[in-house]
């Protein structure tokens, strides 16, 4: 998925409410740009076990758009894949959807749902997204 994106110019990035050294790992290994998740509070190089920055799905969408405000794209141009309530926010935000094998809250919120063992079952949704943009 990652690799159809950079083909295409499309900036992968990963929006997540977990820690971000969490988000942070995951986006290095699979090659997203990292954007959210809350913090850590760290002392030195240990974790001190407090939060130093919360956030929450509304910082997910927030940081999101200002994201895409930043690299000068619109809304109409993004699209968002998610599994969870704290997609809804980001997904209600954008033109394109897709609830990936995601509870109910979040399928009724997006504008497409894909269940699937293998990420590259997404690749026809994103191409069809990239068919309607301008």
């Known amino acids: 998925m990652v690799a159809w994106c950079i083909e295409r110019d499309v900036e992968p990035v990963l929006a997540s409410i977990a820690w971000q050294p969490v988000t942070e790992a995951i986006a290095k290994r699979h090659g997203f740009t990292v954007n959210g998740g809350p913090r850590v509070h760290v002392v030195g190089t240990v974790y001190d076990g407090t939060v130093a920055e919360h956030f929450d799905e ?7 758009l200002e994201l895409a405000a930043k690299r000068g794209v619109s809304t109409d141009q993004c699209c968002a894949i998610g599994d969870s309530r704290s997609d809804i926010p980001l997904f209600d935000a954008l ?3 897709l609830a990936l094998n995601a509870g109910l809250a979040a399928r009724a919120a ?4 894909v269940d699937t063992d293998d990420l590259r079952d997404v690749l026809p949704w994103l191409a069809a997204w990239e068919r309607t943009l301008p």
């Open 110 to 113: 997006a504008t497409a749902a």
């Open 95 to 97: 033109p394109a959807s």
């Open 58 to 64: 509304y910082d997910k969408r927030d940081r999101a």
